[in-house]
């Protein structure tokens, strides 16, 4: 194996899956001497892990394979450049990315990635071998161990990877397969592996992490599969882990155990995603969302009941092909009840293959511009007033970061708020008390008050 340093660029795209397959990668190129650079002028390898989920994220990888262009004809040179297409629109284009961009040198999946290294010397020797698409998931984990380069306090782990609902505007069971989980046992060897790293905080991900099913534990088997909030209470007994998080789940998959662990599992942070898409049932059927919006309801009232401090995100999608006036007006009733602590909206965007893009009654731009406009005025409120509902209150902070003031130091609220606070740096890495003191779209700021902290 070759130790020459070399550089190494990787650019992610799309959900945090994709950022957890991008550090996974670094690590499986570290021994073979590459290193981080921040940017792609003058490397000797560019990744672009790309997201495939609405046309415009699609779209940015081949602008950005424009701009690459020239800098690897300037590195031509100087032991030229190696391009490689990662991620979602390398499952879903393949072979058709090298066609319509002769720049890249190879494509590699989001199942595939760990066979990196055999892949970038293949391109080396000739280009047209250089394409992974396959699924083999746990060959991947396996392969990857448990090794990784972490920074700071927290960090992603995927457990589940892989859809099977098939929404109709979704392409994620065609780019990511069918679901699978990770056993518990490999799960748990790479956090305690990150908790001796010094992490604090851990966010268990999934396409569908609530239709989480691993294996159980060794000498355990007769348990039978494990559920997910089975596993984030085997979690939360690892020395040094003090937060879990997990994202992201679908309604359908939201048992009575994992509503219970909200409960009885403080280390379980009281902040949840679940996105709901649209407030009509109507718009919910044709999505094949499989449950109505009181069946959404059901499940929120629930929670709050037995974590009566838990609050909600969730996503939207607008102009679902179909999308009466009296649709979106639903959705907006929706967000008025759940009254979102954050929330992400989006335009419906036609993606190839699904059953959504063939439908005939598509929403114009125009509506679905004003729809969203409409619906982001309201979800702004609404986070906006969450975020001002915390000035008084006393938070756990988890610091992770020097501040951007001399003497500040920036944490994370349960909630996933950024927190500004004057604090000494040997507070990084730990949890302290905050009492908020001010508060605005994207933040807020406070004092410490007194020495309670964690153990950690
Ligand atoms: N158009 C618009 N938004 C989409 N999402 C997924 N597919 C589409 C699409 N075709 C949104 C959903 C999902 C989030 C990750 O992206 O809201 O929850
Ligand atoms: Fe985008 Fe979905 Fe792939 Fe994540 S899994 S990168 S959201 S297409």
């Not at 499986?28 to 650079?37: A, D, H, K, N, R």
């Not at 920074?151 to 699978?180: H, I, L, M, N």
């Not at 359908?252 to 996105?275: C, G, N, S, V």
């Not at 003031?405 to 905050?434: C, K, T, W």
Request: hydrophobic content about 40%; glycine content about 8%.
């Amino acid at each position: 194996m070759s130790t020459t340093r070399k550089r190494l660029f990787i650019k992610t795209y799309g959900c945090q899956m994709n950022v957890y397959d991008s550090e996974r990668m670094k690590d499986v190129l570290t021994p073979l001497g590459y290193e981080s650079t921040d940017t792609p002028d003058g490397a000797d390898l560019v990744i672009l892990n790309t997201c495939h989920i609405r046309e415009k994220a699609a779209e940015k990888v081949y602008s950005e394979l424009g701009r690459l262009r020239p800098l690897k004809e300037d590195k031509a040179a100087s032991g030229g450049m190696t391009i490689a297409v990662a991620g979602c629109v390398a499952q879903a284009e393949g072979a058709e990315i090298m066609k319509r961009a002769p720049v890249v040198d190879l494509v590699v999946g989001p199942q595939t990635y760990h066979k990196l290294p055999e892949l970038i010397a293949k391109a080396h020797r000739a280009k047209g071998e250089a394409l992974d698409t396959e699924f083999e998931v746990e060959d991947k984990f396996d392969r990857l161990g448990n090794d990784r380069q972490v920074e700071g306090y927290s960090a992603f782990v995927t457990v589940q990877e892989g859809c099977d609902k098939f929404c109709t505007f979704c392409v994620v069971p065609y780019t990511r397969g069918a679901e699978w989980s990770r056993p518990v046992d490999q799960i748990v060897a790479e956090i305690r592996a990150l908790a001796a790293k010094g992490i604090r905080e851990v966010t268990l991900l999934g396409q569908n992490v609530n239709a989480f099913h691993g294996a159980p534990p060794a000498g355990r088997e007769d348990e039978g599969v494990w559920g997910l909030g089975q596993l984030v209470r085997h979690i939360a007994l690892i020395g040094g882990i003090e937060r879990i998080r997990f994202t992201t789940s679908h309604p359908r998959d939201m048992d009575e155990d994992l509503i219970q662990a909200f409960a009885d599992t403080p280390k379980l942070m009281p902040y949840f995603h679940l996105p709901v898409q649209s407030g009509s049932d109507t718009i919910l059927k044709a999505m094949n969302r499989q449950h109505t919006a009181e069946d959404y309801y059901a499940i929120i009232e629930r929670l709050r009941a037995v974590r009566p401090d838990i609050a909600i995100s969730g996503d939207m999608i607008v102009g679902f092909p179909g999308e009466s006036d009296a649709d979106f007006e639903a959705t907006m009733e929706l967000v008025r009840r759940i009254n979102y602590a954050a929330c992400f909206s989006f335009k419906y965007s036609k993606r190839p293959g699904t059953p959504g893009a063939s439908m005939f009654n598509q929403v114009d731009e125009a509506v679905k511009s004003e729809r969203l406009a409409a619906l982001q005025q309201l979800l702004d409120a609404q986070q906006i007033a969450f975020n001002e509902s915390m000035i008084g209150k006393t938070l756990p902070v988890l610091f992770e970061k020097a501040g951007r003031l001399e003497g500040q130091l920036h944490g994370r609220s349960p909630y996933l708020q950024s927190v500004h606070v004057d604090a000494p740096a040997e507070l990084l890495g730990q949890i302290a008390e905050v009492k908020i003191e001010s508060a605005s779209r994207n933040a807020l700021s406070g004092q410490l008050v007194g020495a309670k902290r964690s153990a950690a």
